[in-house]
């Protein structure tokens, strides 16, 4: 069996949540062990399987405490530009850490499993390509595994004006692996999102 294929994680945590109404990565949710939050349960996630952890946060960003050591916060130089430039940042310090890959992923994809990772990790691992992603009849650019290199791609891209993630897809060597639509790839945008992927354990006290 060969061996698992060494992953860095990078969280991008800093968006504007302007349909959640508050900043996403500090939003309590009830965790298999007990409160926690947004980001801290994707840190959870994530850790077991990739290491180090880089949380991209913006400028000024307040957030949860993360109490992984192997997770670091990285703040993004410019406030509400998307998500490509904060991917750029995550890559390069994965890149300057001695990782080849890394997951990227969104801060607000609670149900995400290690089995999503190592689906994606296996055809990186044999292909070569520059990005892994699922396709579930769409592309989830942020739950996907990106060659650390590709840094300086994102770097030429900014500087063209490019903002999107699937300019950075559309413009490299991309796999897409079929799933089919779960848990684990559902992105929680709104409150009503979060309720239906997560129920609160104690919605109302008997009378």
Request: with cysteine; glycine share 8%; charged share 20%.
């Amino acid at each position: 069996m060969t061996s698992p294929l060494p992953l860095a994680a990078v969280i991008l945590a800093g968006g504007a949540s302007r349909r959640m109404g508050r900043d996403k990565a500090a939003v309590p949710i009830d965790g298999p062990d007990g409160p926690t939050t947004l980001l801290q349960r994707m840190v959870a996630i994530v850790s077991p399987r990739c290491a180090p952890v880089f949380v991209i946060a913006a400028p000024g960003q307040a957030l949860p405490d993360v109490p992984d050591v192997n997770a670091r916060v990285l703040r993004d130089e410019v406030r509400g530009v998307g998500p490509l430039l904060a991917t750029g940042r995550g890559l390069r310090a994965a890149a300057e850490a001695g990782l080849e890959h890394a997951f990227v992923c969104a801060v607000d994809m609670p149900k995400l499993t290690i089995d999503i990772i190592d689906t994606l990790a296996g055809p990186a691992r044999r292909l070569g390509v520059d990005v892994v992603l699922p396709w579930d009849g769409r592309d989830h650019y942020l739950a996907g595994i990106y060659r650390t290199g590709l840094h300086g791609t994102v770097d030429d891209l900014i500087a063209a004006g490019a903002r999107s993630m699937r300019a950075l897809v559309d413009a490299v060597d991309t796999q897409r692996i079929v799933m089919t639509e779960q848990a684990a790839l559902t992105n929680v945008n709104t409150e009503a999102d979060l309720t239906a992927l997560i129920p609160p354990k104690f919605s109302q006290q008997s009378h």
